[in-house]
């Protein structure tokens, strides 16, 4: 499951960046919609960065006292 995960969230992050690389440098020139695209290609690289932070934390073995 730890796998799956981590791959979810290299792809998501991954097409997070490519979309929003083509109109990050030209912000300031977008309109409402565009800039809601770029914000929106922002919070799918958050979600995938969080994905793959999930996926690679590991449990602690439990203490047996």
Known sequence: MKKWTIVIGVL????GLFQSGK?????NT???YGKGYVWG???LVV???FLI???L???KPAHNS
């Open 12 to 15: 998501i992050t991954l097409f």
């Open 57 to 59: 934390k590991r449990k």
């Open 47 to 49: 979600i995938g960065a």
């Open 53 to 55: 932070i999930a996926g």
């Open 23 to 27: 109109f990050l440098l030209d912000y």
């Open 30 to 32: 977008l309109t409402q």
């Open 41 to 43: 290609s922002g919070l």
